[in-house]
């Protein structure tokens, strides 16, 4: 129900609000492209799925009318096990063999649970450029893509006084080796840490959906009425009214090691051609948001909007503080 524009903004407040979330994430990246993965195989979205896969298994949930993904089963499944195997669940007494968790050169210490990596996170939002050598640009494979930065970078080309300095024809090239050289094959260890903010993301987005379809339900309980197309029509179009309200700078960016780490998605492996469509569908998502004021809802009302969104960013950095407690 939630559409991508609510996804990438939960994603994007979660990164930037510096609560457990985010503190535990290193690939800002891989961390807001798992919040749309649940949605890619579905086939509504992404186009040119060959074999769509039914909601109840991309979401774990139950084949109902407002079905509630079960979040909790998916982060047993595959949060906490890579969490334990990249060493940051230092509660659960894990050695982790890769060498890559507590205590190890760039990890923050703390008494018990999730252990960050803050030297070695990437930045979030819009950055400059890196001189060469800087290891920023050893990390930007992890920052996510910045609108803002984007159209600082574009709109020069496009004033009358730009000089042209390159032969238009060499311009696929360009993008050819750009694209190749920020090619580096991934270590284990980075690969494994950056499927866990990968998967981190997916649970985010799975959560984002049981509470806003419980939400829902719970109002159609409350108003005596039951699930139907014109109670449907209404609610969704309501729900595309708030995704336009949202200020958004956030957009997954696509990279060799974004398309390696999703490979290795462990429900379900994600091709390169759907990765790069994602990637493509979540720029126009934010490049075409235009925020809109006093919108007019047919079903909500801007106060529920405002409670389940904040509920939901409320409930990721409250469930990630107690599995840092088990």
């Not at 769509?52 to 991309?58: I, L, Q």
């Not at 159209?151 to 311009?171: G, I, L, M, N």
């Not at 991934?186 to 959560?207: A, C, K, N, Q």
Request: proline share 6%; hydrophobic share 40%.
């Amino acid at each position: 129900m939630p559409s991508w524009n609510i996804h990438i903004a939960h994603a994007e407040r979660l990164l930037k609000g510096g609560g457990s979330v985010a503190r535990a994430v290193r690939d800002g990246n891989a961390f807001l492209f798992g919040n749309l993965i649940p949605d890619i195989y579905v086939g509504y979205m992404v186009p040119g799925v060959v074999r769509p896969v039914p909601y109840r298994v991309t979401h774990f949930a139950k084949p109902e009318h407002i079905p509630k993904p079960r979040a909790g089963e998916f982060f047993d499944a595959y949060v906490r096990p890579l969490a334990r195997e990249c060493g940051l669940l230092d509660a659960l007494g894990d050695d982790c063999a890769t060498g890559g968790g507590v205590g190890a050169p760039g990890f923050a210490s703390g008494a018990s649970g999730f252990v960050g990596a803050d030297s070695d996170r990437a930045p979030v939002g819009p950055t400059g450029s890196a001189a060469a050598g800087d290891s920023a640009l050893e990390r930007s494979w992890r920052s996510p893509a910045s609108l803002a930065a984007e159209v600082a970078h574009v709109s020069p080309a496009h004033t009358p006084t730009f000089e042209w300095d390159f032969d238009v024809a060499e311009t696929a090239a360009c993008q050819r080796d750009a694209f190749a050289t920020s090619r580096r094959a991934l270590s284990r260890d980075e690969l494994r840490r950056s499927l866990f903010d990968m998967v981190l993301g997916t649970w985010v987005h799975l959560l984002a959906d049981c509470t806003w379809n419980q939400a829902v339900s719970d109002l159609l309980d409350a108003r005596g009425e039951q699930p139907s197309r014109d109670f449907r029509i209404k609610k969704q179009g309501d729900f595309d009214l708030f995704g336009k309200s949202l200020e958004l700078d956030l957009m997954p960016r696509l990279t060799p090691q974004l398309i390696e780490v999703a490979a290795a998605f462990p429900q379900y492996e994600i091709d390169a051609a759907s990765v790069s469509a994602t990637c493509a569908i979540a720029h126009e998502t934010v490049r075409t948001n235009h925020p809109v004021t006093g919108a007019a809802y047919r079903l909500l009302d801007e106060d529920f909007f405002s409670r389940v969104f904040a509920e939901v960013n409320a409930r990721a950095e409250r469930e990630m503080e107690y599995a840092e407690s088990r």
